[in-house]
Nanobody, 126 residues
Framework: QVQLVESGGGLVQAGGSLRLSCAAS????????LGWFRQAPGKEREFVGG????????FYADSVKGRFTISRDNAKNTVYLQMNSLKSEDTAVYSC???????????????????WGQGTQVTVSS
């Protein structure tokens, strides 16, 4: 099993920055990729991006490319989502999740991820 604990959400003004953290524990050696998803009220869950656990390559959705950065602290088994130039449309509950299937690199399908964090609210005021 893998446990994920998120932190770092909050309220920020448009144009500001926030950094989310996702601390992984348990069988972290089984992780293929760690992805970030978000879901705004009344909208479908959206894949934001992910990081390959071994090697650290990253992928970003077009909606956040150039503004968001995913990184990992290997010693802490913690993945960060640095969000800059935030917009009101970035308001959502953000969740991290792990894909252990090793089937598709950076899958955007939530069903590919079997362990999820509790989610953290990010609110961007305009």
């Amino acid at each position: 099993q893998v446990q994920l604990v998120e932190s770092g959400g909050g309220l920020v003004q448009a144009g500001g920055s926030l950094r989310l953290s996702c601390a992984a524990s348990g069988r972290t050696s089984s992780i293929y990729t760690l992805g970030w998803f978000r879901q705004a009220p009344g909208k479908e869950r959206e894949f934001v991006g992910g990081i390959k656990w071994s090697g650290g390559s990253t992928f970003y959705a077009d909606s956040v490319k150039g503004r968001f950065t995913i990184s990992r602290d290997n010693a802490k088994n913690t993945v960060y989502l640095q969000m800059n130039s935030l917009k009101s449309e970035d308001t959502a509950v953000y969740s991290c999740a792990v894909d252990r299937t090793r089937t598709v690199l950076f899958s955007s399908r939530a069903a590919a991820y079997d362990y999820w964090g509790q989610g953290t609210q990010v609110t961007v005021s305009s």
